[in-house]
């Protein structure tokens, strides 16, 4: 079976800091790891996706992650938080090849305070 | 780029009705997701589709069905509706060649149950 686990459900940091949020999977195969941002009232949209290639993923709007095996570990960072990326994120796992469903986090709601 | 596209956007129903939702998938996208995502929570997976034949199998409540028709689109049937099928309903679609396992989802359709 698989899981993650989002480490915090709320994520407050200032305009212009780092932001960091945290996800950790379980997996009994060999994992595809994904990010996705829900902006209110919206469908859930791709930021970046781990397929077993490059462990360090870069994604839309200046988000990046890495895979850390050793920690089972797939972490979301962005350098500067901007105001617009106030929204719901939701780290995902399937079990890669062929038509597999995703497994959600419990979202990490990201606040940017001016 | 062409989106999924989901009908209706919101739906309001009594109880014991009936719901019928509408997935159609990005042009060449031979795979479908259904996910019900409840107020504040993750998404769930319901149930999936890859080349009009079920994939696999979630959570789908036995009231619920689902198909996916020769031109890939696929409607999500719910019958005896209750309270606790208030939810985002989210179709996702994907394509086994190209972009590998990258779920591209719609813009939801929000169904409360009166």
């Known amino acids: 079976a698989q899981s993650v686990t989002q480490l915090g459900s709320h994520v407050s940091v200032s305009e212009g800091a780092l932001v960091l949020l945290r996800c950790n999977y379980s997996?009994?195969?060999?994992?595809?790891l994904f990010w996705y941002v829900q902006y209110p009232n919206q469908g859930l949209q791709l930021l970046l996706k781990y397929t077993s290639a490059a462990t360090l993923v870069k994604g839309i709007n200046g988000f990046e992650a890495e895979f850390k095996k050793s920690e089972t570990s797939f972490h979301l960072t962005k350098p500067s938080a901007h105001m617009s990326d106030a929204a719901e994120y939701f780290c995902?796992?399937?079990?890669?090849?062929?038509?597999?469903?995703?497994?959600f986090g419990q979202g990490t709601r990201l606040t940017i305070n001016p | 780029a062409a989106g999924v596209i989901q009908s209706p956007r919101h739906l309001i129903k009594e109880k014991r009705e009936t719901a019928t939702l509408k997935c159609y998938p990005i042009?060449?996208?031979?795979?479908v997701y259904w996910y019900q995502q409840g107020p504040g929570q993750d998404p769930q997976f319901l149930i999936s589709?890859?080349?009009?034949?079920?994939?696999d199998k979630g959570s789908i409540p036995d009231r619920f069905s689902a198909q996916q028709f020769s031109d890939y689109h696929s409607e999500l049937n719910m019958s005896s509706l209750e309270l606790g099928d208030s939810a985002l309903y989210f179709c996702a679609s994907a394509t086994q060649g190209g972009v590998r396992e990258t779920q591209y989802f719609g813009p939801g359709t929000r169904l409360l149950v009166l």
């Open positions: 589709f890859y080349e009009k034949m079920q994939s």
């Open positions: 995902a796992v399937s079990k890669g090849q062929g038509a597999q469903k995703l497994v």
């Open positions: 997996s009994s195969v060999p994992p595809y």
């Open positions: 042009p060449r996208h031979d795979t």
